[in-house]
């Protein structure tokens, strides 16, 4: 059962549960808007069972499919436990810094996390300092001086102008 | 006396108004010139490059920042169609004054004009700042094709159009209506530039163009006629206007005021702020709209890439004719929707 | 057509120009020694900046980014056994060998020559297809056209090595990714979930970073420490390697040959080039089985080939208006911003700006090689510098130009849920090239299959060219499945 709920199985599901859902999607449509996801749609989703009954047809113990000729070489840690715990921290991050953009804003977000992860990951303070000066100075040298950016008004700045306004 | 003392008094508060409409124009130019010194003036362009709109918008931001108080960097960007960029640039542009978005009346006004269903944006909600009016269009047909064309036994004459509302889709369905063209629309072209290559490759016989090159390059090649022009056009005096090629068989009634009413007529391309801009900005623009068509620069490359024929509009009258396109009685809009079904021609709208 | 080589040269060799194609070209350099920056990710950051320039800046700058990735990556292949991007993996099976045995220098230098004679070659074969492309635009129609575009997902997706099925599921994934908003033939909305955010589609770049750049930060960043342990340099092999390319001569021919062929094909990249290249080396030289111990060979072939592939990719960039892979979709993006015009017309209307491209070409590969031989050991610390600088600057940089797209923070979230896509992608082995090459090629295949039947009814799929190009994708798909026959045959 759990071979079968694999995460490399789902993932699979779900793209052909994405062509289903848009070939029922794009039948309410007129020829002419529907006409290339009616026809690639209908492979897709073919190709993407075919995929499916391979892959549950593949032992859970075999290697999955060899790294495609287009890839990178991985570069990830060869310690598989540390790789996870990494992968998932790194994502932590990330999502941590999504989340925050729209509370404090893109360019305060971003000089943030250039602080905090490189302080975090074992860059002393000096070069983690120097690392969020040179984000900042390229954000205003470029963004602001140069192309005049106009940066959408943050959760933290409405709300600091309406105490200001009061 | 007592008229002259009138009189002295009127003059008084005249020039007092004057002085005080030139004090507050200088203070007006002075903040605009502090506004936009040093900043980017960024022109959206709701077309793909290559295309009228684009050559317009980007013929028009060459001289454009010149004009404006400050002098400020001006920028061309392309962004989606007509009507889907104009359905986002209404939510998206910043009102700041600084991003002006230029459509094409017909694209992005014939839709509004017919309710059509996908259309989730106001062109009255917007600052209008000018337009440019280029020659009427000329209907350009491939030689060979010429007998197919009143001829139904035959294969249709194929009418190559992009996927937007063009005013020479409504001479082509008159045409059909009123003299029993033998057409059938191939539509969905990005750019006026791959229509014209369509026709050079033969995959269409016919398409209409406002552009004076164009039909002077194709017209020259030897197995192109013009076939007819929309009004009569001082650089092409040998082409018949439609109006002659219809002759007696000339439409009156719904057939006739749909045509007139296709796809806002009378505007061409169209400069706009985003909706909720500020007066000043607009009236900044407006001003240095006209001042960049009058001036020598512009006027020269305008002929060079726009034609003879381009004419500049300012922005209230612009505004003016823009209202009046919009408004079209509820039987013509349902005429035109007849008539684009029967067409094949798109109609904008989210379900079959 | 001498008159507008001229004024292309002409244009391009003014001081501001100029400074902008060595601007590029460092930049370009810098992104190719970095794994995971070069290539598209770097150009979808630095596309939005030459935006804003004049056409003939923005083609020195972008020409100078783009053409040079691959001369830039060869230094953490032969150095630490990391490509800097997808075209310089095949260099790996012999540069790396030949720098643990203490000739890094001769790898690296041959690497360059042969990049440099590469670039020149795919750049002179630019240059000669112009007189003929004429006649060949004119007999590609909308029916050609579509079916062109369809060999090219086939071909990226069937050459997915081991993965074919994931290759075209991907590639057909792309395609649907790139119906999402207002289609213009028929105002309908597509899979807009009710955002009018989505109205005007995903852009390229969001998908380039998200799909390219993240998912190679998240490994990087997993892996900790420092990218790779730096391998001594050789103390001599500079001049030792250029003599090396200048004997091999024919190969870089051959293999220039290979990747300009590989470029002109929609949908191919660097990294079907490069193997494409050491293979045909690898079937044709003597002594093959030296390949893969440290032949300077091995070195040569790939690093001709794929930067000869950046002037065969620009021909359908350039003159179809279709772009062979995803830098040639951004650079695409970047010349249709600053008013060019891509597409069969091009030679008729810009012929000039044709010809500043090619001179852009070829000046940015003879500045790639004289930098990198000045600059071989400062730069190889590049790839030593540990994650914890390198990831922070390519989020940063990567949520920059995620912004800058199109000013619309939703942009931001848009690039985390497709980077959760790219890294499945890349974590399930599901290749992610073809996927971009989909998003690139879908609004170009659904417009001129439309065209086709709206032209011509069913009657498109008898045009000769149509049942050519029917052929040649049944072929590509045959292809595998009997040399995979012939070679289970052998082993047999």
């Not at chain 2, 209409?208 to 007819?228: N, P, Q, W, Y």
């Not at chain 3, 390697?241 to 091999?248: P, R």
Request: with cysteine; net charge positive; charged share 15%.
């Amino acid at each position: 059962m759990s071979a079968i709920l694999s995460g490399r199985n789902l993932f699979t599901l779900f793209i052909l549960l994405v062509f289903v859902g848009a070939l029922v999607t794009a039948s309410e449509w007129p020829l002419r808007a529907s006409i290339i996801v009616l026809v690639l749609g209908v492979c897709g989703a073919g190709l993407a069972l075919a995929q499916l009954i391979v892959d549950l047809r593949k032992p859970r113990t075999e290697k999955d499919t060899p790294r495609p000729t287009y890839e990178t070489p991985s570069i990830e840690t060869e310690d598989p436990m540390l790789g996870a715990r990494a992968t998932w921290e790194t994502w932590a991050w990330l999502v941590g810094l999504v989340v925050m953009v729209p509370i404090v804003g893109l360019p305060v977000a971003l000089t943030a996390f250039v602080l905090l992860y490189c302080r975090a990951h074992g860059g002393g303070w000096p070069i983690s300092l120097l690392l969020t000066a040179l984000v900042a100075g390229f954000i205003y040298g470029v963004y602001v001086q140069i192309m005049h950016v106009y940066w959408p008004s943050s959760w933290l700045g409405g709300l600091l102008e309406g105490i200001v306004e009061i | 006396m007592e008229r002259r003392r009138h009189f002295i008094g009127r003059t008084c508060v005249r020039a007092l108004a004057v002085v005080v409409m030139a004090a507050l124009s200088a203070v007006g130019s002075a903040a605009a010139q502090e506004y936009y010194k040093g900043k980017v003036f960024t022109v959206v362009v709701a077309s793909k490059a290559g295309g009228g709109t684009d050559t317009t918008a980007r013929v028009v931001a060459r001289y454009w920042g010149d004009h404006i108080p400050g002098k400020p960097k001006v920028v061309v960007r392309n962004k989606g169609v007509q009507v889907s960029a104009a359905n986002e640039l209404q939510h998206s542009t910043r009102p700041d004054g600084l991003t002006v978005a230029v459509f094409a009346g017909a694209g992005s006004l014939g839709p509004v004009a017919r309710k059509a269903k996908g259309v989730r944006y106001n062109p009255l909600d917007w600052g209008i700042v000018g337009s440019v009016d280029r020659g009427p269009s000329i209907m350009i047909l491939r030689k060979s094709a010429h007998e197919r064309l009143y001829d139904k036994s035959k294969p249709p004459v194929t009418i190559g159009s992009v996927s937007t509302d063009r005013e020479q889709d409504a001479i082509a369905v008159l045409g059909g209506e009123a003299l029993g063209w033998n057409i059938k629309f191939v539509l969905g072209y990005p750019s006026s530039n791959q229509i014209y290559l369509a026709y050079e490759r033969g995959e269409v016989d016919m398409f209409g163009s406002g552009t004076a090159d164009i039909i002077e390059r194709f017209v020259k090649e030897g197995h192109t006629i013009a076939l007819l022009s929309e009004v009569a056009r001082p650089d092409f005096k040998n082409v018949p206007t439609l109006e002659a090629v219809l002759g007696n068989k000339k439409p009156t009634g719904l057939l006739w005021k749909a045509y007139r009413s296709w796809g806002a007529g009378a505007v061409d391309k169209y400069f706009a702020l985003p909706p909720k801009s500020k007066p000043e900005h607009l009236n900044t623009l407006r001003e240095s709209f006209m001042a960049t068509m009058r001036s020598a620069d512009f006027t020269k490359a305008a002929a060079d890439q726009l034609g003879e024929g381009a004419t500049p509009v300012n922005g209230q009258e612009t505004h003016e004719r823009i209202e009046a396109a919009l408004h079209i009685p509820d039987d013509v809009i349902a005429t035109i929707r007849t008539l684009r079904q029967k067409y094949g021609l798109p109609q904008v709208t989210s379900k079959k | 057509m001498f008159e507008a080589a001229v004024h292309g040269l002409t244009q391009l060799m003014q001081p501001v120009p100029l400074g902008w194609l060595v601007l590029g070209v460092a930049l370009g350099l810098w992104g190719g020694a970095l794994p995971g920056v070069g290539g598209p990710a770097q150009l979808a950051v630095l596309l939005p900046f030459a935006m804003l320039m004049t056409p003939i800046n923005a083609i020195a700058f972008l020409i100078g980014v783009a053409s040079v990735g691959n001369t830039g990556n060869t230094f953490t292949s032969v150095l630490v056994a990391v490509p800097g991007g997808s075209g310089s993996q095949a260099t790996i099976l012999d540069g790396y060998p030949m720098a643990r045995r203490g000739e890094a220098k001769r790898a690296l230098s041959a690497s360059f020559m042969a990049s440099m004679l590469g670039g020149i070659i795919g750049a002179f074969f630019l240059f000669a297809s112009v007189p003929i492309l004429k006649p060949l635009i004119r007999s590609f129609g909308s029916p050609e056209l579509f079916m062109f575009t369809i060999w090219g997902i086939s071909m990226v997706g069937i050459l997915s090595a081991g993965a074919p099925i994931k290759g075209l599921t991907a590639g057909i994934l792309g395609v649907l990714v790139s119906t999402i908003g207002q289609d213009e033939k028929s105002g309908v909305i597509r899979f807009d979930v009710g955002e009018p955010y989505l109205w005007n589609g995903i852009s390229i770049v969001l998908v380039s970073l998200s799909v390219f750049a993240i998912p190679e930060v998240i490994a990087m960043a997993t892996r900790r420490g420092k990218v790779a342990e730096l391998t001594p340099l050789g103390e001599t092999g500079i001049w030792q390697g250029i003599k090396d390319t200048f004997i091999h001569w024919k190969l870089v021919i051959r293999c220039s040959l290979v990747g300009v062929w590989v470029g002109i094909l929609p949908g191919l990249g660097s990294s079907v080039a490069d193997w494409f290249a050491y293979a045909h080396a690898r079937q044709t030289e003597k002594n093959p089985e030296s390949f893969g111990t440290g032949d300077v060979r091995g070195v040569i072939a790939p690093e001709s080939s794929n930067n000869a592939k950046e002037g065969g990719d620009l021909i359908p960039t350039l003159f179809f208006g279709i772009p062979g892979g995803s830098s040639a979709a951004l650079l695409l993006i970047g010349f249709v911003a600053v008013g060019l015009k891509p597409g069969p017309d091009i030679i008729n209307t810009q012929l000039d700006s044709v010809f500043a491209i090619i001179w852009a070409l070829v000046l940015s590969q003879v500045l790639a090689s004289i930098l990198c031989w000045a600059f071989i050991k400062p730069a190889a610390q590049i790839c030593v510098l540990s994650f914890h600088i390198l990831v922070p600057l390519i989020v940063a940089l990567s949520l920059l130009s995620a912004f800058a797209a199109n000013f619309a923070i939703e942009d931001i979230f848009t690039l985390l849920a497709l980077s959760v896509m790219g890294f499945i992608m890349k974590k399930y082995g599901w290749p992610r090239a073809p996927f971009v090459l989909g998003v690139i090629l879908g609004p170009k295949m659904e417009l001129y299959l439309w065209l086709s039947v709206a032209r011509y009814d069913m009657g498109w799929l008898l045009h000769p060219g149509v049942i050519a190009l029917g052929l040649l994708i049944i072929g590509t798909f045959a292809y595998p499945v009997w040399r995979d026959a012939r070679a289970r045959r052998a082993a047999a």
